[in-house]
Antibody, heavy 122, light 108 residues
Framework: EVQLVESGGGLVQPGGSLRLSCAVS????????VSWVRQAPGKGPEWVAA????????YYADPVEGRFTVSRDNFKDTLYLQMNDLRAEDTAIYYC???????????????WGQGTPVTVSS | SYILAQPPSVSVAPGETARITCGES??????VHWYQQKPGQTPVLVIF???SRPSEIPERFSGSHSGNTATLIISGVEAEDEADYYC???????????FGTGTQVTVL
């Protein structure tokens, strides 16, 4: 059974940092690209970042480029999102999602985790 | 930036057909995917590559794509289909994934 379990969310002050993790199981992690998708309260999903199976190719959404860094550890079957210089508009539930292919581009999201909430507030 | 426009809401009686559109002037040949999200739950993929359906999704869900408009079709709507639906594609010009604005489906 494919599973993705996020952790690391919480309350952080504006300008602060947070590191999210996503532990996966049930599939060969290194063979799949994975992504972070967030959803602000009352809003639709917003793509954040995607990383290829090897980690060599990474894409970011414009609102997070330069502030967020996505990475993966294929030995630990874990995806990460380092979030710096956090802003109120980054408040959302953050989901990790599997992309059904090795490449990080051109696909969709076939399995999602349950999400971890991030609140940016003073 | 790319904006995939969807109608904010669609209302349909049980047993009838719901059609949810997703459009953008430059959509062209890009393939479109669809997600269902019920309140408090994670999005679930219901259609991929315009018209393919995951094995666990009921046959009443189908999709089509013509020109700059993709459509999610729910035939014989059931009460459990009441949810928000989002389209999504890959914008190769910007190397970005893009989600639609979302449609709330209400079963009367």
């Amino acid at each position: 059974e494919v599973q993705l379990v996020e952790s690391g969310g919480g309350l952080v002050q504006p300008g602060g940092s947070l590191r999210l993790s996503c532990a996966v199981s049930g599939f060969t992690f290194r063979s799949y690209a994975v992504s972070w998708v967030r959803q602000a309260p009352g809003k639709g999903p917003e793509w954040v970042a995607a990383i290829s199976g090897s980690g060599a190719t990474i894409y970011y959404a414009d609102p997070v480029e330069g502030r967020f860094t996505v990475s993966r550890d294929n030995f630990k079957d874990t995806l990460y999102l380092q979030m710096n210089d956090l802003r109120a508009e980054d408040t959302a539930i953050y989901y990790c999602a599997r992309i059904p292919g090795f490449s990080s581009s051109g696909y969709y999201f076939d399995f999602w985790g349950q999400g971890t909430p991030v609140t940016v507030s003073s | 930036s790319y904006i995939l426009a969807q109608p904010p809401s669609v209302s349909v009686a049980p047993g009838e057909t719901a059609r949810i559109t997703c459009g953008e002037s430059n959509m062209g040949s890009k393939t479109v995917h669809w997600y269902q999200q019920k309140p408090g739950q994670t999005p679930v993929l219901v259609i991929f590559h315009d018209s393919s359906r995951p094995s666990e999704i009921p046959e009443r869900f189908s999709g089509s794509h013509s020109g700059n408009t993709a459509t999610l079709i729910i035939s014989g709507v059931e009460a459990e289909d009441e949810a928000d639906y989002y389209c999504q594609l890959w914008d190769a010009d910007a190397d970005h994934y893009v989600f639609g604005t979302g449609t709330q489906v209400t079963v009367l």
